[in-house]
């Protein structure tokens, strides 16, 4: 194994004389050829390296932005759920009014709450005031039902009157 440091043993080129038991020689054409299909390949698997190398470079480069963006959507997520319920406390009438204000000024804290809903919530009620109602009216505008549903008589217990009332009402449907 090799370190930088080590000295490494030059690759002979095309015209370098061939040692053989010590003794230099001309290289044969054979060996020519072999050396120039040897530094071919060096040359192949360095550009192939290199490559590979710039690939990969570009692969951690999308990794990391594909990362981030599925970070921020992931944050915009919590900040609209988050933000629904501060719009419910703050007053909002209908939820559909967060689609209406700029929520560029709201950002997601490191602790996971949100930071700057109150002030975007008291601009919109000076700007939108028709998206909010009064927090402290709860009132239902319509009556709650009946404790218990009318129970229907029996025929049996019915006076004579009733039961040729409550006949003609069920004659009546059908027709």
């Known amino acids: 194994m090799t370190t930088e440091a080590d000295p490494v043993d030059p690759v002979p080129t095309e015209d370098d004389p061939v040692t053989v038991a010590d003794k230099p020689r001309e290289p044969t054409e054979y060996e020519r050829r072999l050396r120039r299909e040897s530094a071919k390949h060096r040359t192949d698997a ?17 990794k990391e932005a594909i990362r981030a963006q599925a970070k921020a959507d992931a ?14 406390a703050a007053g909002m009438v209908d939820l559909d009014g967060l689609k209406l204000l700029d929520l560029s000024g709201v950002k997601l804290s490191e602790s996971g709450d949100i930071e700057g809903a109150d002030a975007l919530f008291e ?36 006076t004579p009157e009733e039961y040729a009332i409550a006949r003609k009402q069920v004659t009546a449907i059908r027709r």
Not at 46 to 62: C, L, N, Q, V, Y
Not at 75 to 81: C, F, N, Q, T, Y
Not at 134 to 151: G, R, V
């Open 123 to 158: 601009a919109a009620k000076k700007a939108k005031p028709y998206l909010f109602g009064d927090k402290s009216n709860t009132a239902s505008i319509t009556p709650p039902p009946s404790p218990k549903a009318p129970e229907a008589k029996n025929a049996r217990d019915m």
């Open 46 to 62: 360095k550009a192939a390296r290199d490559e590979a190398d710039r690939i990969k470079a570009t692969m951690e480069s999308e």
């Open 75 to 88: 944050d915009l997520r919590v900040i609209r759920a988050e933000l629904k319920a501060a719009a419910i």
